[in-house]
Nanobody, 130 residues
Framework: EVQLQASGGGLVQTGGSLKLSCTASGFAFDDWAVGWFRQTPEKEREAVSGLSSTDNSIYYNEAVKGRFTISIDNAKNTLYLQMNSLKPEDTAVHYC???????????????????????WGQGTLVTVSS
């Protein structure tokens, strides 16, 4: 069975750091496009970052560029999102997701769409206090 399990969220002060982890079962992260999304009650789910090992595509939301880093540890089959210099506006439930496809080439023009991803983790809450 294909599953994702996200962890690492928590409460942190402005300027702090957190590292989200997402472990997979039933597939290998480097075989598919993968991503992190976030959602608040006030906003629709938005892409934070995406990564395709197949075509070496990486996407970062403009709001997190220079602060967040997406990576994969293939030996552990784990996806990470290192989040530094956190801001209150980063407060959201964060989800990891597996793409239905392998490529991320469209991300040069458009952000990853949630509809492009077919397997989702359960979400982990990140709260940044001011």
């Amino acid at each position: 069975e294909v599953q994702l399990q996200a962890s690492g969220g928590g409460l942190v002060q402005t300027g702090g750091s957190l590292k989200l982890s997402c472990t997979a079962s039933g597939f290998a992260f480097d075989d598919w496009a993968v991503g992190w999304f976030r959602q608040t009650p006030e906003k629709e789910r938005e892409a934070v970052s995406g990564l395709s090992s197949t075509d070496n595509s990486i996407y970062y939301n403009e709001a997190v560029k220079g602060r967040f880093t997406i990576s994969i540890d293939n030996a552990k089959n784990t996806l990470y999102l290192q989040m530094n210099s956190l801001k209150p506006e980063d407060t959201a439930v964060h989800y990891c997701a597996k793409g239905a496809g392998r490529l991320g080439s469209t991300w040069r023009l458009l952000p990853p769409l949630w509809s492009e991803f077919d397997v989702w983790g359960q979400g982990t809450l990140v709260t940044v206090s001011s």
